[in-house]
């Protein structure tokens, strides 16, 4: 035996909320995922597009789960955390109390979450001043970012929330606060989220501009004046409170945060590529593009210089790979809207009667039925006359219109699992092709993109990877871990524990590749026929528009 004595293994946790639960992950410097925990969070819905959280019940969570990830790990070895988040909005008083984001008072409920829509309104207002700032979200701010949402609370809740508020957050900057008691806010999200610019800070015109001038008086110390790198060591480390809290040993590095979609695309965007035969090998890492689909999906491609893409937020500088500039398309409800149209359908219950009783999931299941009823054709082509407009939840990108709906187009008095599954498929197919129209959009802009790296959890679904891979007729690579997302918040605690010189060099250390799924060419004359009518569909529903809007 080798009487040397080995290096002990050097472990950093990822802390992980989405929308509906908390994950955390013990990671090893290979990125090996060598625990896993989970827990879900309360979602409120008082009334429709209002959607809120509470940051003390998040935290509880994330507690909970770090606890169980470095139980029985030799504390000397965990050597930083990292978070990431949703890009919700977390509000605080003064003495950094929840205070309600609503309007039964409800202080324990402080948090907007990303994909509330209440403030339309406000905006439609914001986009109509056309400010330069807004040009650096695609030429049209979405509501799912912070300024209309901070507008709300001003216009209807003044005294309530807006007056007595001492500190807004976004989601992953609460969470570092929590744990080191430093209000310093990521680059991440106050360039994607809050239009600050990595060279000329917060602008105080638009601010003025929009009716949040207050925000300006205190030299925004309400919403950030201290702005750190993703991956950055924030102030100490652990406070003894958050170490308890945690179960972890006080003064362990803690990194500045990362919206999640971002953390995802940390984790497999800077993978080693090598003897995969991939058409990005040896090519920058601006070939690719990193997709995270859960349940929204976001869509991360990076470039040596800005990319102004219509449609498309950004160009953010470092807001994910340091020195390079981040475009994200998105598509506001996936994996949700999958769920929604599935457990919607009257053959739902049928569905999930068999699934049970084969012990697998639904859409395990569902994907095998549809196997069963293909007989010599592709999957793919059951769908020859049904069609699907995805934006049940408006678009995000590239058309930024809130407004759209969902549209089906095909549909029979049939009502039984054949046409559950067949809606499904059609549903998986038009986000696929609404991905194909963020790429294609991108790619018109100056972008040269040639693979996808997909993780998250609809990741996990074959023929959602299948349907991406011949629908946009790139090469996707799924990451060796599926928790790509924990992966890359394990990257920024491994940055900031001074293990890894870069976050370059700890996304191609600690990002693997697991398997590459190939486009089937000889479906592309049937794809593309399948795009052409997507992109009649929402022609035909803005024509309809026009017409109902003039009666």
């Known amino acids: 035996m080798d009487s040397k004595k080995q290096t002990p293994v050097k472990y950093y946790v990822g802390i992980d909320v989405g929308s509906a639960s908390v994950r955390a992950a013990l990671v090893d410097g290979f990125g090996t995922v060598v625990a896993h925990a989970d827990q879900p969070i309360q979602i409120w819905e008082p009334q429709p597009d209002h959607y809120e959280q509470s940051s003390a019940d998040i935290w509880a969570a994330c507690c909970s789960v770090t606890k169980k990830v470095v139980c029985g790990v030799d504390a000397s070895q965990i050597r930083g955390v990292g978070f990431d988040a949703t890009c919700s909005l977390v509000v605080v008083d003064k003495q950094f109390q929840p205070l309600a984001v609503n309007c039964e008072g409800q202080n324990y409920r402080n948090v907007i979450m990303w994909m509330d829509h209440r403030a339309v309104s406000q905006v439609e207002r914001i986009n109509a001043t056309q400010h330069r700032v807004l040009s650096y979200v695609g030429g049209v701010m979405s509501v799912e970012m912070q300024p209309p949402k ?14 007595k508020a001492g500190y807004f957050f976004d989601l992953p900057d609460f969470l570092s606060w929590k744990a080191t008691g430093v209000t310093a806010r990521s680059l991440c999200t106050v360039v994607c989220k809050w239009t600050y610019t990595s060279d000329g800070g917060w602008d105080d015109s ?35 409170e958050a170490a308890k809290d945690l179960g972890l040993p006080e003064g362990i590095a803690v990194a ?30 601006t070939a690719r593009v990193a997709m995270i689909c859960g349940t929204s999906s976001c869509h991360m491609g990076v470039s040596e210089t800005p990319i102004f893409v219509p449609g498309v937020w950004g160009p953010y500088f ?83 219109d809130l407004t759209l709906k969902g549209m089906v187009v095909g549909l029979t008095l049939s009502r039984g699992l054949d046409e559950l599954a067949l809606i499904y498929l059609a549903t998986i197919q ?26 998250g959890g609809l990741s996990k679904n074959p023929l959602f990877v299948q349907m991406h891979a011949d629908i946009t007729g790139k090469p996707v690579v799924l990451s060796k871990e599926v928790e790509s997302v924990l992966v890359g918040a394990a990257i920024l605690g491994a940055c900031a524990s001074g293990d890894f010189v870069s976050i370059q060099e700890a996304m191609a250390k600690m990002g693997k590749i697991g398997r590459v799924v190939q486009p089937n060419h000889q479906h592309k004359r049937f794809y593309d026929k399948k795009y052409e009518v997507f992109l009649k569909l929402v022609e035909h529903q803005r024509e309809y528009r026009s017409i109902m809007n003039s009666f």
């Open 150 to 163: 901070l507008l709300w609370l001003k216009e209807n809740l003044q005294e309530s929330c807006w007056e």
């Open 256 to 285: 500045a945060s990362l919206i999640d979609a971002h953390a995802g695309g940390l984790g497999v965007i800077g993978a080693d590529v090598k003897g995969h035969n991939l058409p990005c090998e040896n090519q920058p890492i």
């Open 206 to 240: 638009f601010w003025k501009m929009i009716g949040l001038e207050d925000l300006v008086k205190d030299k925004y110390e309400k919403i950030g004046n201290h702005v750190l790198s993703p991956g950055e060591s924030v102030g100490k480390g652990l406070t003894p």
């Open 318 to 400: 470092s807001a994910m790979v340091p020195g390079l500039w981040l475009n994200e398309g998105g598509q506001s409800a996936t994996g949700k809207l999958i769920d929604h149209v599935v457990q919607g359908h009257a053959a739902f219950p049928e569905l999930q009667s068999k699934a049970a009783a084969s012990a697998h999931s639904i859409y395990t299941y569902l994907n095998s039925h549809l196997d069963l009823i293909k007989k010599s054709l592709p999957v793919g082509f059951l769908t020859v006359d049904l069609h699907v407009w995805p934006d049940f939840h408006g678009n995000r990108s590239p058309l930024t």
């Open 430 to 455: 038009a986000i696929a092709l609404g991905t194909r129209h963020i790429l294609e959009t991108m790619q018109a802009a100056g972008h040269h993109i040639n693979t996808l790296f997909l993780c």
